[in-house]
């Protein structure tokens, strides 16, 4: 069975087919066969993308696939020793005579070989390939501007085709009917190298990531699906001692939850060389709280730092200080803010609807979110200011005319987190408190908002609300937000709106399909969310969470 050019890597457990088999005639190419040729080769996809990288130290020179063992001798044949040595030979893991044929080739002949690869790391800046016609490669290689020899007929090519044959044929090659893995819906064949492209850069990110650590039982299976790479297994461990083992004797790195792992995790690693990749929740997280055990559609992965953690870099900030978004993205951050707004969505997905108080006539309305005051990122980037009340007294000597409305964080109003501050205390500095409901429509109503930290800040941004930053969060600094807090000088540059969504929320976090479990683009996510088809594989455990909450509430007074 001929495979398709373009298809998916083996996810498992999912139907991630992009191409569906032709119905009577083939529809063929649609579009320009160059743009559609540099399309594909600007994202290094088709064939076995997703293999191991050749790890070769520069560019080959004469790439050879034999297909038979007789076919070792005519590969040689016009070959002359200067070009056999530099000759790489390219056999398919699944037959090891290959492996021992080869090796006894290598060395009689000189060159170098390799086993099953990815074919984009070898052809990459090759000086040639000899190949069968019913090979891959052949079309592949034509995308890639490398010369062709073609050894016998096939469908990607015959021995008597020039060089616009080929490359006609391998544009051909990437024609035919494409399926959309989230709806099943008929896909274009640039959505579906763009997806192809998405998912190449996450496998090529998790190829490194040995083992993980630190993370919660109750978010695991969604973790794996994160990490996944379909040439490994991510071992899942508790001690950090093992996960560095591991990581060190595959020569890999350790995925850990920054808040669940210790400090002398981190040190160890540094000392004993292991890379650590953090995880941690992305921005639009899921259809309910993670303090109620629902695990997570998005994290972000950050193998720099972390986005919360102004002290040192993060792979979000060098995103946004290093990316010039081309229209087309920016176009579609406009059009994923636009969704997210209309459609009342935060971190949370949509929160139940309740009335927005009503706001008092002719004085400036400010919200102040508050925060678990022992959360991370408001020990990293509060500047030493962690009390919620502390922040309230602060936002109330900068708006002295303004009304303000002071929204507890629902974690510590759940009495699950630390941060929580009598409703006496609270009125002496603020005119309401507003519990339920989702955030987004209190962000509809306020003029502005006063933050430490939170997320909320970003997410008021995305609405047009002005936005005062008394710590340094992630999105201050780009020159969007009223900055009280220390901006790292690696900031500084001056963003548009959708260049920071851009970034934020389309090229640092992944998100999962609830659906079909598939890692999908945000868009996808919000879909889900918008349209209440985003489900809790664990919904059982949030009404025992909200019993143990109000326990431990009534129990601490």
Sequence with gaps: MNEPLLRSPPFRGADA????????????????????????????VGGRFWAAPAGLSGPPGTVLRPRRVKDLTAHLEGMGLVE?????WIAPSSDRRWARALGRLVAA??????????PWSVLTGAQALVAHGDDEWVALARIAGVPVRVLSAGRFGTPSDDALALKM????????????????????????IELLAGWRSILEANRPIVAACGMAWWKRSEIRRFLWHPQRRLRMVRSPARALALAQQAGGAVAIWPSRVSPALIA????????????????????????????PSSVVVDASGIHFDPSGPSDLEQVLAGTEAP????????????????????????????????????RRLVLVPAQVEDDMSVLAGGGGLTSNLELLRRVRALEPDAEIWFRPHPDVDAGHRKGAVPDADILVHADRIVRGGGMAPLLDAVDAVHVLTSLTGFEALMRGRKVVCHGTPFYSGWGLTRDLGDVPGRRGRVLTLDALVAGVLILYPRYLDPVSGLPCPPEVLVGRMASASATNRLGWIAPLRRWQGRFMKAFLR
């Excluded at 709806?183 to 579906?192: I, S």
């Excluded at 969505?345 to 309740?354: L, M, Q, R, T, W």
């Design 17 to 44: 087919s992009v191409s569906r088999p032709p119905s009577g005639r083939n529809p063929g190419l649609t579009n320009e066969p160059a743009a559609l040729v540099a399309l594909v080769r600007e994202a290094r």
């Design 84 to 88: 056999r040595r530099s000759a790489l």
């Design 109 to 118: 002949e000189g060159g170098d070989w390799r086993g099953d690869v990815d």
């Design 169 to 192: 044929q391998a544009a051909r090659a990437l024609g035919g009917a494409f399926r959309d893995p989230f709806t099943d819906a008929p896909a274009t064949v640039e959505a579906t």
């Design 268 to 295: 160890d690693a540094a000392r004993q060389g292991v890379p650590l990749v953090r995880v941690e929740d992305g921005f639009v997280r899921s259809v309910g709280l993670g303090v109620d055990l629902v695990p």
């Design 327 to 362: 229209p087309r993205l920016l176009q579609r951050a406009r059009a994923l803010r636009e969704t997210i707004v209309a459609a009342g969505i935060s971190k949370y997905a949509a929160g139940p609807s309740v009335a927005v108080p009503e706001r008092q006539a002719g």
